[in-house]
């Protein structure tokens, strides 16, 4: 298979959704952990057309939704300085902090650049030598090494002037996480295959020991997501517990080796709190000693918010699986993509902006 059309071909997706159908002897839950594979779900119709055969919760794995409060608010902070220059991927600035966006604050004058990749943000600190250049380094393991070797570009440059806002979200310890809640739904993972694209999924392993249950690395396509699927059914029909990758023709078991060594040289792991979690143990990946002088919660000093979170997100009961977007009472009422309440309304991984936007058509 070479070409995408060949991975949403009907017919082989029809086949694929009998098989399922055919397997299951009681409804499934599973869970899809990339919000790039919830939109694909919903776009596709494959979650409408699973339902009562197996249910799909849809994960945390979407890093702008994830992004903590605080992390926003510093950002908006930092744009809101004479001499900085704040730096971010699109998707960020629309996500509400305690005390609005990004976007907000920009509308107010603060010094905001849309970059698309992180040595962008390095060329910019070149282009403005009077600016401090703070670039928002949102994002799971996929996006780390692009924003490691910036890093890397600006020590080889001697930029005085260019920082990160690190806020790396790593997504094992989450799944960890929601396995050990008292209240856990969760019987299969379709894990990220993008994240194993660079990390692997040997890692896996021991989740699928300790906690046995089926992880299939899968992909984003609708045979990708529809064969993960039924790898995970066949498992639990037979009460098996095991490590399988459907994405092979894209993720090695060890990932990408030059692209992991890049993140282990600049990043080391670290506790780090997540929007609608809390803190998760070993969740995150902040600036190894050497290459603090690049860290931004070092060279400025943020401001205390007594703002309090107001707490209208209902995206923990989202990625836990307790509600579906469609229940939580602001959904298309006080929240929608236009003015989101919550970081899953903004974001183009956010599961209520899929069932925003797809969820209607499948109806
Ligand atoms: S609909 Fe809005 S408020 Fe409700 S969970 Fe989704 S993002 Fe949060």
Excluded at 99 to 127: C, F, W
């Amino acid at each position: 298979m070479k070409y995408l059309d060949e991975y949403r071909d009907p017919d082989a997706a029809k086949l694929l959704l009998d098989e399922i159908r055919r397997v299951t002897s009681r409804p499934w839950t599973l869970m899809e952990v990339c919000g790039g594979q919830t939109h694909s779900l919903l776009r596709h119709g494959i979650a409408s057309e699973l339902e009562g055969t197996v249910e799909l919760i849809h994960g945390p794995g979407c890093p702008v939704c994830v992004t903590d409060e605080p992390d926003v608010d510093f950002a908006c902070q930092l744009a809101q300085r004479q001499d900085v220059v704040l730096a971010s991927f699109g998707d960020m600035l629309r996500v509400p902090g305690r005390s609005g966006s990004l976007l907000d604050v920009q509308t107010t004058g603060a010094h905001i650049r849309t970059v698309y990749s992180p040595l962008d943000a390095v060329k910019l600190a070149r282009q403005n030598p009077e600016k401090q250049i703070v670039f928002f380094a949102v994002g799971f393991e996929t996006t780390a090494p692009a924003t490691a070797l910036a890093i890397q570009q600006a020590d080889q440059d001697r930029l005085e002037n260019f920082s990160m806002l690190v806020s790396h979200v790593r997504v094992q310890p989450a799944m960890e996480m929601l396995l050990q809640a008292p209240e856990n739904r969760v019987q299969a993972f379709l894990a990220a295959g993008h994240v194993c694209t660079v990390m692997g999924y040997e890692s896996y392993d021991s989740l699928v020991t300790q906690y046995r249950l089926p992880v299939v690395v899968t992909g984003f396509e609708p045979l990708d997501l529809l064969e993960g699927i039924l790898a995970c059914v066949r498992q639990l029909e037979a009460g098996a517990a095991r490590l399988e990758n459907q994405y092979a023709r894209l993720v090695k078991p060890a990932g990408n080796r030059a692209a992991r060594d890049l993140v282990q040289h600049v990043y080391q792991v670290c506790d780090r709190s997540w929007r609608g979690f809390g803190v998760i143990p070993n969740g995150g990946l902040e600036l190894r000693p050497e290459w603090r002088r690049f860290d931004a919660r070092r060279r400025f000093t943020p401001i205390q918010s007594s703002i309090e979170d107001i707490g209208e997100c209902q995206s923990y009961e989202i990625m836990t699986g307790h509600i579906r977007p469609p229940q939580c009472p602001h959904f298309g009422k006080h929240c929608t993509p236009e003015s989101p309440l919550g970081a899953p309304m903004v974001s183009s991984e956010g599961a209520c902006a899929a069932y925003y936007h797809f969820a209607k058509a499948n109806n």
